[in-house]
């Protein structure tokens, strides 16, 4: 979509993008018709991790969430802005439940020192983290596949 129509965010408001790749499947959405993607309707499919990256670009505010087996894994903090993230510090509790995301990061900040933005950092320490192998050609170009949410019936 090229974005010279009135009706543009309307239409971005209802559609998502989505698609598998390296054993993930994922789904981008700009708003969802309600709370999002239905976590027990995931679990009935056999889901048994979440990674949930959130993004307000406006406000500089991203947060980060991640469920495995129908439990969060956050050492009690719950959804985390990721702004108080600062190179070479370690974000989470060492030992704790995310430690494994410290020495994600770490590494990234020592195998990457060309990326310069701690979000960008911390989006390659993720990527790595997890094994995350998202289309980045295919969602710049828009060739990814886009679906429109269905109406619910109230």
Not at 22 to 27: S, T
Not at 50 to 75: E, Q, S
Not at 127 to 136: G, I
Request: one cysteine or more; glycine letters at 12%; hydrophobic letters at 35%.
């Amino acid at each position: 979509m090229d974005g010279g129509t009135f009706d543009y965010w309307d239409i971005v408001r209802r559609t998502c993008c989505f698609g598998q790749a390296g054993g993930w499947a994922f789904l981008m959405y700009h708003e969802t018709p309600g709370r999002g993607p239905d976590v027990e309707a995931l679990a009935r499919l056999g889901v048994t991790e979440t990674v949930h990256l959130n993004a307000v670009p406006a406000k500089g505010i991203y947060t980060f969430d991640y469920t495995r087996d129908g439990r969060r894994i956050d050492d009690g903090w719950g959804v985390l802005e990721l702004i108080w993230y600062d190179r070479g510090r370690a974000p989470y509790f060492r030992g704790g439940q995310r430690d494994f995301l410290n020495q994600a990061i770490r590494r990234a900040e020592l195998d990457h020192p060309e990326l310069a933005g701690e979000f960008e950092l911390y989006f390659h320490a993720l990527e790595d983290a997890f094994d995350l192998q998202l289309p980045r050609q295919d969602i710049q170009q828009g060739t990814v596949r886009a679906a429109q949410w269905a109406r619910r019936n109230s």
